[in-house]
């Protein structure tokens, strides 16, 4: 005999009335030779040598299956596969959705304005078995009831972020909320999350239903907010010994953006808010360069407004991460306008100091001087001789960009000077590898080799992954334009190793293993990483580099006698975007 007991909980709940009688029948029972008892229940107090087994979501063949065997229509299966993507192939909620469907007679086309209008609220079947009857069903179980008021507001914040709450922070997002650990692990025996890697986080139908409607009347997440907003405000000076754990941003930024996309849509009057964007953009533009949402927002901000010229010059440092430098002087040419209207002199010298950074890159030297040397006369009227130092290191760059190779020695050696006695290690080390650069176009290898390896020991000393990169990536190139292929070999591979996190320096590395594969002959190799290159760089924007990248790969079909066309959606650049 087989018996299967479906949807347990409402009996097997240890806290539910007349618990221990109904638990040890069923122990009972499971005792029995001639019977196999089925148990299906979101909590997993069963008997104890039932074989417990986690049933899984659906793979998308299955997910299909189930659906149009209700459905029945397959007009648009791109729409339909979007849907069940978005449901996590959660079975409960595809078979409502297809009963839904099917009993309204809707197309593909409905269905999928439905769904985007009313998501969860969609799943409702004309017996009034829909998904909220089921959710909370759940949630007035004894054992949750018996967790508090703020249980439920807990499952909404975790709802609310997209990865979910990091478990190594809950007594630090929940303070108030005692035992808050023990809280997260009823849940898991409840089945209401899932752990994903550190993050404590739910299905898709789930996160769906228990997502606060309006943030700001949750008092939980809007505590999450400040403690996210107040750990973004620190200062990202890579001299201070707190900057390493300011890399924490690595693994929680999609959460983070999702925060502020949805606080500077509801609370877009705050100040606090869009400092805190700023903030968010400074910190990826240091440890995870990526394109953001917030963009178009910041951009349609009134000129008036407190914080855009902020927003606009954290926004143009993370287009210069990516290598998109047209993009970021249009950015920093507002911010300037802007600043200059506020007559706020210390940030006009700051922003023309990028702003000729971006003009080296896209090759207006002249007015990449003009700008640097207008900065450090105004930043000597303000009396700031460690700004004034940093000109000088951008003089040095531009200088020597220009061929200006003597003037731009005597500049670099200056500035590392002036920023050591100021004790500023990271822009010392910056300036120690401007100054190899320097050596390097003057043919003076030896002492190039010497500069970028006094970089490398700074870099390494304080563990900056940036600093690392551009220290191994710049002796590969030396080694590589000076036909060392091996050393340059060594170096890149380490290069690569730093740029893990960093998709432009990745693309940067791939496009010199590139170049060391086709001066080996090995073609194959070559283009394979050069389209690869050619992927990433072509997403993030980096035109410059791309165009050192296409013109390889032009070389190798010369070579090839093939055609070789770079492909947008090539399998190894969308991968490593």
Known sequence: MIIVLDNAESILDPKGKDAREIYAAVEELGQLDNICLCITSRISAVPSDCEILDVPTLSIKAARDTFYHIYKKIERPDLTDKILGQLDFHPLSITLLATVAHQNRWDT??????????????????????FAATMELSLAS??????????????????????????????????????????????????????????????????????????????????AKEKYFTRMSVDLNPNDPSFGESRWIMSEDVNVEHLLDIFTTIDA?????????????????????????????????????RSKPKCLFELSRLFESIGNQAERKRLLTHALKLWRKRGDHSSVAQTLRYLSRANRHMGLYKEGIQQVQ???????????????????????SLLQSNKQFDAAEDAASRAIGLLSKNGEQFQVCESHRLLGCIYNSKGETEKAITS??????????????????????????????????????????????????????????????????????????????????AGVLEKLGAAQDLKGCRELLRWIEEDTKKPVVPDKSAKGGESLA
């Open 109 to 130: 086309d409905r269905l999928t304005r439905e769904w985007e209008s009313q998501r969860t609220r969609t799943l409702q079947t004309m017996g009034n078995k829909g």
């Open 269 to 305: 009057k705050s100040d606090g808010v869009w400092d805190a964007c700023a903030n968010f953009m400074g910190h990826l533009a240091r440890h995870k360069q990526r394109t953001i949402i917030l963009s178009p927002k910041i951009e349609q901000l009134p000129d008036g407004h």
């Open 142 to 223: 004894p054992t949750f009831q018996e967790l508090g008021p703020s249980a439920r507001a807990l499952l909404e914040v975790v709802a609310f972020f997209p990865q979910g709450v990091d478990e190594n922070n809950f007594s630090w997002l929940f303070p108030s909320i005692p035992n808050v650990v023990n809280v997260f692990d009823k849940f898991r025996v409840l089945s209401l999350t899932h752990r994903n890697s550190s993050f404590v986080t739910m299905l898709a139908p789930l996160r769906d239903y228990l997502r606060p409607k309006n943030p700001k009347s949750s008092p939980l997440l809007c505590v």
């Open 374 to 396: 207008e900065a450090s006369e105004i930043l000597g009227r303000l009396g700031d001789t460690a700004a004034q130092a940093r000109c000088l290191k951008d003089l040095a």
């Open 452 to 533: 970028f390896k006094v970089a490398l020991g700074i870099a390494t000393r304080f563990s900056w992954p940036n600093e690392l990169f551009w220290a191994h990536f710049s002796l590969a190139r030396l080694y590589f334009n000076n036909g060392k292929l091996n050393d340059a070999q060594t170096h890149v591979e380490r290069a690569k190793l730093h740029a893990a996190n960093y998709t432009y320096y990745l693309g940067r590395a791939m496009q010199l293993q590139a170049r060391l594969w086709y001066e080996q002959r090995k073609f194959k190799e070559a283009k394979s990483e050069a389209l690869r290159a």
